[in-house]
T-cell receptor, first 115, second 116 residues
Framework: TQLLEQSPQFLSIQEGENLTVYCNSS?????LQWYRQEPGEGPVLLVT?????EVKKLKRLTFQFGDARKDSSLHITAAQPGDTGLYLC???????????????FGQGTILTVHP | GAGVSQSPRYKVAKRGQDVALRCDPI?????LFWYQQALGQGPEFLTY????????KSGLPSDRFFAERPEGSVSTLKIQRTQQEDSAVYLC??????????????FGPGTRLLVL
């Protein structure tokens, strides 16, 4: 069974602070995705990282995929109240030589940014 | 264009009652997934369809859970004899091309099931 350990589970910070969320596994993933989920809504994809060592930036968000494709991080610079939400990492892996999109999710990080 | 829709959005059931949850994927999307999300947790995979074929049902927690997609579009997740531990949000997601790297998985808003 593949597991993704996400940390921290809860993060409460002040506006303007920086933060990092980590996602770790003992398994190799073909790709890793980060989602944000608002209350009462489904997860919305933020980014997909595919290549080991890959770094992607989305405005104030920086995503990194570990060299061994087992771990990832999400760094937010100068957090704003609008960043508040549940952040989820999810890994996709190959089974029998093919990958069809099945995702293994981490437990999620509930981020609260106070004005 | 319309996204993934799910109905009902909320369902309250008495223990032992059967429920049916519906998912309308994005038109033309080949693959459809069902996930179960407990409160404050990440979603967990339940089952996967490619068109009308159910190719993976390894995540269904018991034989009380049954899913179908008879015409390769709309899907229904049925839970028989509901138990309190079935209370969760049930998410549906669809993608265009299975096996394509960086394919975006689109999620519906979910059905929140509460079993009393």
């Amino acid at each position: 069974t593949q597991l993704l350990e996400q940390s921290p589970q809860f993060l409460s910070i002040q506006e303007g602070e920086n933060l990092t969320v980590y996602c770790n596994s003992s398994s190799v993933f073909s790709s890793l995705q980060w989602y944000r989920q608002e209350p009462g809504e489904g997860p919305v994809l933020l980014v997909t990282v595919v290549t080991g060592g890959e770094v992607k930036k989305l405005k104030r968000l920086t995503f990194q995929f570990g060299d061994a494709r087992k771990d990832s991080s999400l760094h937010i610079t100068a957090a704003q109240p609008g960043d508040t939400g549940l952040y989820l990492c999810a890994g996709e892996s190959y089974a029998g030589g093919t990958s069809y999109g099945k995702l293994t999710f981490g437990q999620g990080t509930i981020l609260t940014v106070h004005p | 264009g319309a996204g993934v829709s799910q109905s009902p959005r909320y369902k309250v059931a008495k223990r032992g009652q059967d429920v049916a949850l519906r998912c309308d994927p994005i038109s033309g999307h080949v693959s459809l997934f069902w996930y179960q999300q407990a409160l404050g947790q990440g979603p967990e995979f339940l089952t996967y369809f490619q068109n009308e074929a159910q190719l993976d049902k390894s995540g269904l927690p018991s034989d009380r859970f049954f899913a179908e997609r008879p015409e390769g579009s709309v899907s229904t997740l049925k839970i028989q004899r509901t138990q309190q531990e079935d209370s969760a949000v049930y998410l549906c997601a669809s993608i265009t091309n299975p096996g394509l790297a960086e394919e975006t998985q689109y999620f519906g808003p979910g059905t929140r099931l509460l079993v009393l």
